[in-house]
């Protein structure tokens, strides 16, 4: 199993441009989730899904947009890159069958917004 | 809600001293406990989790917990610690028939002097 896997690694943006963070997950799992992690901030929630075509929002929604169009896939799309998006983000994924809160995490994709 | 303190910021240990990492929570319940830990440039890896019976658990790498109902606390420790256990330690709870998706403590980042 590949477990979790986040593309790109690395990612230098424009303010005003747009781009999709892929996450794909070969666990079978039902929970997905996008965090960003900010130095002296841990990991916030920016958005979630509890199954295929089912969304719903975290702490720090704003800017970001979502879909589940399968269970594997989970892309996080920022719609007009802003210098405040400068961060470190994860994906994460949690069986039904597991522990609540016990969660898969994926390497991350450090994007800069300048 | 559920929330988590982690009241250190940063720790700095000698290679072969022990090591606590304190972690409080607030439930209203028996929640699910986690710790994670995040090497530099890497994602977020499980450690230990607590579901139920036995206050101590082991986790990988050494590392124990202990649960204290009393005092709503977690405790991370390790008797000897390694010049590779430096990195960021994340304390997290779940919770109990709720959202599969934690709450993560802002995090501790562990120090380790030859």
């Known amino acids: 199993n590949a477990g979790v896997t986040q593309t790109p690694k690395f990612q230098v943006l424009k303010t005003g441009q747009s781009m999709t963070l892929q996450c794909a997950q070969d666990m079978n799992h039902e929970y997905m989730s996008w965090y960003r992690q900010d130095p002296g901030m841990g990991l916030r929630l920016i958005h979630y899904?509890?199954?295929?075509?089912?969304?719903d929002q975290g702490e720090v929604p704003n800017g970001y947009n979502v879909s589940r169009s399968t269970t594997e896939d989970f892309p996080l799309r920022l719609l007009s890159a802003a210098p405040s998006q400068t961060s470190v983000y994860f994906c994460?994924?949690?069986?039904?069958?597991?522990?609540?809160?016990?969660?898969?995490f994926g390497p991350g994709t450090r994007l800069t917004v300048t | 809600a559920q929330s988590v303190t982690q009241p250190d910021i940063h720790i700095t240990v000698s290679e072969g001293a022990s090591l606590e990492l304190r972690c409080n929570y607030s439930?209203?319940?028996?929640?699910?406990l986690f710790w994670y830990v995040q090497s530099p440039g890497q994602g977020l890896q499980l450690l230990l989790k607590?579901?139920?019976?036995?206050?101590l658990v082991q986790g990988i790498k050494g590392f124990e917990a202990e649960f204290k109902r009393s005092q709503s606390s977690f405790n991370l420790r390790k008797p000897s610690v390694h010049w590779s256990d430096a990195a960021e330690y994340f304390c997290?709870?779940?919770?109990?028939?709720?959202?599969?998706?934690?709450?993560f403590g802002r995090g501790t980042s562990l120090i380790v002097h030859p």
């Open positions: 997290a709870v779940g919770e109990r028939g709720g959202s599969y998706i934690p709450t």
């Open positions: 607590y579901f139920s019976g036995d206050t």
């Open positions: 994460a994924s949690s069986s039904a069958a597991g522990a609540f809160g016990e969660q898969y």
């Open positions: 439930y209203g319940a028996t929640p699910y």
């Open positions: 899904s509890v199954g295929a075509g089912i969304t």
